[in-house]
């Protein structure tokens, strides 16, 4: 049994979705940013020369899923815990809106 993943994203064209994927890097800053970028570059050859988000991320899956995995499953979970505090929120502002209505209504 191997204890690696695969994440694919198949035909999906998600920068329709995030328009951050189709963003263009600029490898001035930081020494590891250059690095990706010079290593995607060199390895995904793009057409325009331009690295963008979108193939990091598709390197990234492709050679270190278990990182784009990490990244998700914390995206997921601090997204649900937002929604469930905003139900929390929201169902306190509509008790505190229906004893409101309530009060006046008894006055």
């Known amino acids: 049994m191997s204890d690696t993943c695969k994440v694919e ?3 999906i064209d998600l920068t329709q979705e995030n328009p951050t994927l189709s963003e263009v890097l ?9 690095l990706l970028i010079e290593y995607i570059g060199s390895k995904k050859q793009p057409d325009s020369g331009e690295v963008t988000v979108d193939l990091i991320l598709e390197v990234m899956a492709d050679e270190f899923p278990e990182f784009v995995l990490a990244v998700a499953e914390e995206n997921y979970i601090r997204g649900y815990e937002q929604a469930l ?3 929390d929120t929201g169902e ?3 008790k505190e ?3 409101k209505q309530e ?5």
Request: net charge negative; charged share 40%; no cysteine.
């Open 9 to 11: 994203f198949g035909e």
């Open 26 to 34: 600029d490898s001035d800053d930081s020494e590891l940013k250059q």
């Open 85 to 87: 505090a905003d139900v």
């Open 92 to 94: 306190k502002m509509y």
């Open 97 to 99: 809106e229906l004893s």
């Open 103 to 107: 009060d006046e209504q008894s006055n």
